[in-house]
Every structure is written in structure tokens, then in C-alpha cells.
């Protein structure tokens, strides 16, 4: 099993409505993921919401990807999502900024996709969410085709390019970017799964409760004949809580604070696409506290999150393991976490959690994409007569007849 982070641009209470405050948490974030890259851990996943106040404020993730794809040397860093809906972001500018952002960060990028969080989003631009399922299922597959052909043309029910255009850049090297969807509803995974894509998925029940979606996902895969990109992706990424420092005390005090929840009631309140969980508690209302030790022992039993020590962690963290999970991923910063505690955590974890269950140094998504194979010749239309050019500059990378 592999792991990484999760950064939302998290930014609650009044801090949502000061610049300064703002820029902190953005610049933090950012060097979460550079933190992480010395300490094992080999994925940082980044959001992208729009007008999400106090819940996320990482509008546009992939300005900083680069960034942190040159101040590291191993890790991969992914979008969660890069939204595929036409009004949100264009499909041609979706090909040109992902084949980018592999060239920058030289095949450390992952293509994380969806639909939006939900309603307010989606009204940002204009957008129902009855739209995006099929907004997603026809710009997936085009912008895949924009990145083998060199003229490409397409009239379809959302976007049009009339006539023949070259996409640019191509990707980088062999394949392209492994392809991700974001799971919320059951439909979802056998979908991700028949495609041959992986899914990325959020854990708001009991870990074990996943188990029957995940199985449909490795059903999908295992049916899967024509995968969706270049190549099969088998993978489920899962996403939870962890509370990981030194003392097992300091641990289950931090999951114990004031405030711990206060997140998920603005999940409960912007995904309204997602199935609505049992007793949801809905910002402004008062997040549900932990209240004693017996209530933090039984949702750490049940896979809520993880906490203690990395001793401890090591126990509890099987169970994910147990139900499917090839990646397992933490939202930071966790409530009630002081910033250095965010960074002991991705330390402490990184050096004496993750060996003892990632010891191939190698990312599952790099294997995967060396088996890509194309689907489209260079040239779907004839190339017109008087084409013939005899000069070109001296230094050129590659001359006319190399």
C-alpha cells in the first residue's frame, strides 16, 4: 500500500475573509507536499474548488504544482480533482495544462478528474450538476485523442473544434498522465473500474462499508477490454483522517479538541451530489464532538481515522489494507493540529509507518503507465499539397532529414 497527503486549501472561521490569513494556509500547503518528499511519502494531492468559502480555497492547484515539482525529487503530485465540465475548464485547455504539467514535473503528475463538489460550485459558472456526468464522459475521452493526433477535429453536444488543430504540448515520454475519477456515488467506482482508471475515494462511514465498493471497482477492472487511456490503471485511492505525533496522549487530545468535525459540516453542506450520510450535521450547526475516550476508541476501531502513535498507527492501519485500498491518503491540516505538528506528523509517519508497508520505491502509477500502448494514428484527415519547407533554422533540435 502506498501514501500520501491531501491539501484543500482549508481555511476555517474568520481566517476565510483575511488576505493575510489566507496566504499562510496557501504557502503552508505547498510546503507540506516539499516536506513530504524527504520522509517516504509518494503523493501529494491537491484540490480544486471554486467559491467553496472556509472549506477550500485551492482554486487553481496546478500554479502551484510546478512550483512544487521543482523543489522535490520523487514525489508525485496530483489534481483532486481538475474538473472536466466545459464551462468550468475548457477540454483543449484541459490537454494543454496537463501535458504541461508532465513535461514540468518530468512524469510526476497525476491527471486526478471529476464533476465538482455540487450545486454552489457548479452555480459559479453557470453550471447544473445534472450536466457534468456527461460533460465528464465526453472530454475524458477526447482529451485523449488531442494528445495522439496532430489534427485534431471534433463536433460534439458541448465543444467544438471545426477544424484541424495540433494540441500542444504532446505528453511527456511514454503514455500520458494516469487517469483518475473521483467516487462518491457506488455507480461511480464500477464505472472508474470499467474504464481502467483509477478511483479516488472519500471515507465519511465506516471503513468497512467501503469494502463492497471497492470489490465492484476490481470487478470493473477485471472486466475492463478497452481501458478509457492508454493503458489499465488499477487503483483506489482512499482518502481519512490521521492523527500521528509522538505521544499517544497528545494524539487522542488533538482528535479530542474543540471544533474536530468542523470540516465535515461543510462537506455535508457544499457535496450535495454525494449520498447524504446517516445524522449528517450541516454547517452552521454544531459540529458532533468526541466526546470521551470510549466514542474515539470506537471510531478508530471502525476505520474513521487513524490515532496514536506511530506504534499505535501501525495497528489500526491493516484494516485499510484488508478492504482493497492500493493508496491511502490524509487530509491535512487535521483540526486541532498546530503547524509543526503537521510537520512532526509527516515525519514521524514518513519514517516509521510508511517502510513497513511501502517497500518498493517505485510508484505503482509509473509501472502502470509503461505499458501504454496509442490508439490513433498521427493524422485522421489527409495533409494538404504545398506542405514541402527546404529551410529551417541551423540550430533546430532535430533537422529536416533527421
Request: glycine share 8%; hydrophobic share 35%; charged share 25%.
Amino acid at each position: 500500500m502506498e501514501f500520501g497527503l491531501f491539501m484543500n486549501g482549508y481555511l476555517p472561521g474568520p481566517a476565510a475573509h483575511d488576505p493575510a490569513s489566507e496566504h499562510t494556509m496557501l504557502m503552508r500547503e505547498i510546503d507540506y507536499a516539499v516536506h513530504a518528499d524527504k520522509y517516504n511519502w509518494k503523493y501529494a494531492w491537491y484540490g480544486e474548488h471554486h467559491a467553496l468559502t472556509e472549506y477550500s480555497h485551492m482554486s487553481a492547484p496546478e500554479t502551484v504544482i510546478g512550483y512544487i515539482a521543482a523543489k522535490t525529487e520523487r514525489i508525485h503530485i496530483g489534481s483532486a480533482i481538475m474538473n472536466l465540465s466545459r464551462p468550468v475548464n475548457h477540454p483543449v485547455r484541459n490537454a494543454e495544462r496537463v501535458a504541461m504539467l508532465d513535461h514540468v514535473t518530468e512524469g510526476r503528475y497525476e491527471w486526478g478528474t471529476g464533476r465538482g463538489a455540487g450545486s454552489h460550485e457548479m452555480a459559479t459558472f453557470d453550471l447544473l450538476t445534472s450536466e457534468t456526468k456527461a460533460m465528464w464522459d465526453e472530454a475524458a475521452t477526447e482529451i485523449l485523442r488531442m494528445w495522439e493526433q496532430k489534427d485534431y477535429t471534433f463536433d460534439g453536444e458541448f465543444f467544438k473544434v471545426a477544424t484541424p488543430h495540433n494540441i500542444l504540448p504532446k505528453p511527456y515520454g511514454i503514455g500520458h498522465p494516469p487517469l483518475w475519477v473521483g467516487c462518491g456515488n457506488p455507480g461511480t467506482f464500477t464505472k472508474a473500474g470499467e474504464l481502467g482508471i483509477g478511483a479516488i475515494a472519500f471515507n465519511f462511514e465506516p471503513i468497512f462499508n467501503l469494502k463492497g465498493r471497492i470489490e465492484a471497482y476490481k470487478e470493473g477492472i477485471a472486466n475492463c477490454v478497452e481501458p478509457l487511456g492508454q493503458y489499465l490503471h488499477d487503483n483506489v485511492m482512499m482518502t481519512n483522517a490521521v492523527v500521528c505525533v509522538g505521544s499517544r496522549e497528545r494524539a487522542r487530545e488533538i482528535a479530542m479538541s474543540s471544533g474536530r468535525g468542523y470540516l465535515n459540516t461543510m462537506v455535508n453542506m457544499y457535496h450535495d451530489t454525494m449520498p447524504p450520510q446517516k445524522g449528517a450535521v450541516k454547517w452552521p450547526d454544531t459540529p458532533r464532538a468526541i466526546s470521551d475516550d470510549a466514542t474515539l476508541d470506537y471510531l478508530i476501531e471502525n476505520g474513521y481515522l487513524l490515532c496514536g502513535s506511530p506504534d499505535d498507527v501501525l495497528e489500526q492501519i491493516e484494516k485499510y489494507q484488508d478492504v482493497g485500498c492500493d493508496q491511502l491518503v490524509f487530509g491535512i491540516p487535521n483540526e486541532g493540529f498546530e503547524h509543526e505538528e503537521v510537520l512532526e506528523m509527516i515525519e514521524l509517519f514518513g519514517t516509521k509507518v510508511i517502510p513497513q508497508f511501502d517497500t518498493d520505491p517505485e510508484h505503482r502509477t509509473t509501472k502502470a503507465r509503461r505499458a501504454a500502448k496509442r490508439k490513433y494514428p498521427d493524422f485522421a484527415h489527409p495533409l494538404p499539397d504545398g506542405l514541402d519547407v527546404s529551410v529551417i533554422p541551423t540550430n533546430a533540435l532535430i533537422p529536416l532529414k533527421g
